[in-house]
């Protein structure tokens, strides 16, 4: 599990945009885990996964618009 620091520095982007991507959904999801928030390994990956551009002229995946 990756702490809020640790997801931002993997990331690249600062701890302040984390928090603003999980307000507003647009983010991996989070575990409270007593008072702290924290981000399996796997949620980050399957959230990474989900944000890879189609290449063009690729078929879409099930489940996505065309």
């Known amino acids: 599990m990756l702490s809020i ?3 931002a ?3 690249g982007k ?5 928090y603003d991507w999980r307000l507003s959904g647009r983010g991996p999801r989070a ?3 007593g008072r702290s928030l924290r981000y399996r390994v796997c949620d ?4 990474l ?3 890879l551009e189609r ?3 690729e078929p879409p995946e099930s ?3 065309g």
């Open 55 to 57: 290449v063009p002229g």
């Open 5 to 7: 620091d640790e997801l």
């Open 49 to 51: 996964d989900a944000q």
């Open 31 to 33: 575990v409270h885990v």
């Open 63 to 65: 489940g996505e618009p």
């Open 14 to 18: 600062p701890v302040r945009t984390i």
């Open 44 to 47: 980050v990956q399957a959230w």
């Open 9 to 11: 520095e993997y990331l």
